[in-house]
């Protein structure tokens, strides 16, 4: 064979190898560390758009739920509707995602003047952003101490990231609200009859991974008389409180009479004279007779709590629908 003819099919093998090579990085071949994006998560306020650049390979953009987020080929997300959805970046087989949460108000100690979306849809207060979302809007709350007396009138969802702080919510007549990852900080005890979380007749209720905490060191049982840290007036819909930490108030959770569901599960109750109390009797009956509450309370902790549980109900024996595991007759 001629020198001639080697070096040709060498140069022919070289370059096959590089097409390989190339269709390869098109064609999935693509290592996932190179797909890089600029964002690890997103989270925006219906309307506000966000550049999200893609870096490393030569990727595709798109959402996974086009009803929430919208993305065009530059990479601006931009948020249309309350909700949680994926930015996708694909490049052959290979890809990344990152989270996108979108709410219709976000409260934030570090907004600026500035921004286009201040006082619209972002906030400095809790309150101002309950008072411009519509019913059954979404409010998310950054990191800080906000030491608000909250009143919530509306249907709506309120959560956080497990660094926010108030003082009391007082939830009005049949309102819906879902609490997630709220902090209840006081130095104060709340007054006999009242709640730090005060749940008025007919509302529901769904309060998770959210704390309960009163900051006395020295206390003293009179001090803690009369007070709640949770009170769910009569007629509730709908109450479901979990993973949540209780600490240094007098009673922790006490719920009046209902048809509706009960599901208090897995919290934490430390330091409180009386634990879990449920009363479903039905007052002014010709016999006795209970509101015929469903749902479960279980599986919750008492640290130094006098009175674990009370239960209240019509007759020597109760053999209705909820389950109230934790109580001992």
Known sequence: MSKNRILTFAAVFILMIVVAFSLAACEGGTNEKEIQLSEVSLRLVVGEEKEVKSLGADCELYVTDQGIASVD?????KALKS???????????KMKSVLIEVYDAITSKSIKDDDPLFGKAKFFTIAEAIENVQEGGNVFVETGRYGEALTVDKSLSLSADNNVVVNSLRLKSDKRLNVTGISFYNKTYPDAGDATLYVESGAALSVIDSE????????TKDERIGGYCIYVDKNSSFIQIRRCNISNYYYGVFI??????LNVQEN?????????????EKKDTTLPENYNATGEISYNDYNSVEVETEFLFAGAKYEGELDFADYES
């Open 73 to 77: 080929g530059g990479g601006k997300v």
């Open 83 to 93: 909700g949680k959805c994926e930015l996708r970046a694909k490049a052959g087989d």
């Open 212 to 219: 309960f905490f009163i900051d006395r060191k020295n206390d």
């Open 256 to 261: 009046e009479g209902t048809d509706g569901s």
């Open 268 to 280: 934490n109750l430390t330091n409180v004279t009386k634990g879990i109390g449920v009363n479903i």
